[in-house]
């Protein structure tokens, strides 16, 4: 009973809300030109927007023109770009190119018809490092000197691979068959010179000089010169001494000469005035080894001219 009762009441609740709700609707003033609100971009935003979007058009206008003209400029291709072109075996470049920055490439080859030039204002410099990046090997070539620093220098034949030439800290080895030096200076040497034969230039001459010191010639074996056609000379400014600590020095000719020997003389007991000329002499040696000439007699004149042996 209680429960209806309380369904009755909610019931008529809601009527009466919903009829105040409608009295509220129907009293409110109805207008006869209702106001709309547009929706959109107008005035001088939309003047704006076109402005942009015309500036934008004719920004990408400008740089399609400078994207063209760069191509047509560079000479762009599907191979590559200019002189270079991009193969299956690397890059390939044509004509003259400079490098401000420094290039670093694996190998480098001319064209089989044409040399390979490198050109600096300054100097060319090619350096070798090793994985660490620490600098192994260098080639500089400038204006003055052409210098390698490394720890081994070669220079190799063509055919075969010969070693001509090397050197490193401890020795030069000169690997061709034949050292020759044009110079009108010859080949000055500092230190001792080791070599198992010397020999000059067919028709020319052979000289051993030093200007200001001695010359010395030394070999554990012996020493031999020999000259097969012509004379061999021997000249000093002082004292020629040939020496033999344990053996002998022989003189072996069909004729020996001594030249330049001082002549001794002597008083004979019957001078005469027509007296041929003295054409022969006797060879007289001073216990000192001096030689000298004596004119020669019907005996030995050495004893009558020794007073030569008194002033050596």
Same mark, same amino acid.
């Given at each position: 009973m209680d429960r209806s009762a309380n369904l009755d009441a909610e019931e008529l609740k809601m009527t009466r809300e919903q009829y105040i709700l409608a009295t509220q609707q129907n009293s409110l003033p109805r207008t006869e030109n209702p106001q709309f609100y547009p929706v959109g971009i107008y005035g001088w935003r939309k003047r704006c927007l076109y402005f942009f979007v015309l500036l934008l058009l004719v920004t990408m206008i400008v740089?399609?023109?400078?994207? $063209?003209? %760069?191509?047509?400029?560079?000479?762009?291709?599907?191979?590559g770009m *200019?002189?270079?072109? &991009?193969?299956?075996? *690397? $890059?390939?470049?044509?004509g003259i190119s400079e490098f401000l920055l420094p290039l670093?490439?694996?190998? $480098?080859?001319?064209?089989? /018809?044409?040399?390979?030039?490198?050109?600096? /204002?300054?100097? &060319?410099? &090619?350096?070798?490092?090793? =994985?660490?990046?620490?600098?192994?090997?260098?080639?500089? &070539?400038? +204006?003055?000197?052409?210098?390698?620093?490394?720890?081994?220098?070669e220079v190799r034949s063509s055919e075969g691979g010969r070693v001509l030439f090397s050197a490193d800290? /401890?020795?030069?080895? %000169?690997?061709? /068959?034949?050292?020759?030096?044009?110079?009108?200076? *010859?080949?000055?040497?500092? =230190?001792?010179?080791?070599?198992? =034969? $010397?020999?000059?230039?067919?028709s020319q001459d052979l000289k051993l000089?030093?200007?200001?010191?001695?010359?010395?010639?030394? +070999?554990?074996?012996g020493v031999q010169v020999n000259a097969a056609a012509g004379d061999l000379k021997a000249t000093c400014r002082k004292e020629l001494h040939l020496q033999s600590t344990e053996g002998e020095i022989f003189l072996n000719a069909d004729t020996i000469r001594l030249g330049n020997l001082p002549v001794g003389s002597f008083s004979s007991s019957s001078p005469s005035s027509s007296a041929p000329r003295q054409t022969i002499y006797e060879l007289c040696a001073c216990p000192n080894g001096k030689l000298y000439?004596?004119?020669?007699g019907a005996g030995s004149t050495c004893q009558s001219s020794s007073n030569i042996c008194l002033w050596s």
């Open positions: 740089n399609l023109a400078m994207t $063209i003209w %760069i191509l047509k400029v560079m000479n762009f291709t599907v191979d *200019g002189n270079l072109r &991009v193969t299956k075996k *690397g $890059i390939r470049l044509e670093y490439v694996k190998e $480098i080859n001319s064209r089989k /018809d044409s040399p390979l030039v490198l050109q600096s /204002d300054r100097n &060319v410099t &090619v350096n070798a490092r090793n =994985h660490m990046g620490q600098l192994t090997g260098q080639l500089t &070539v400038g +204006a003055d000197a052409v210098e390698a620093q490394c720890k081994r220098f800290e /401890d020795e030069i080895v %000169i690997g061709a /068959d034949r050292l020759k030096v044009t110079g009108t200076e *010859g080949a000055v040497f500092g =230190h001792s010179v080791e070599t198992p =034969h $010397i020999r000059a230039e067919p000089e030093s200007p200001t010191r001695s010359l010395v010639m030394e +070999a554990p074996r000439l004596s004119p020669a």
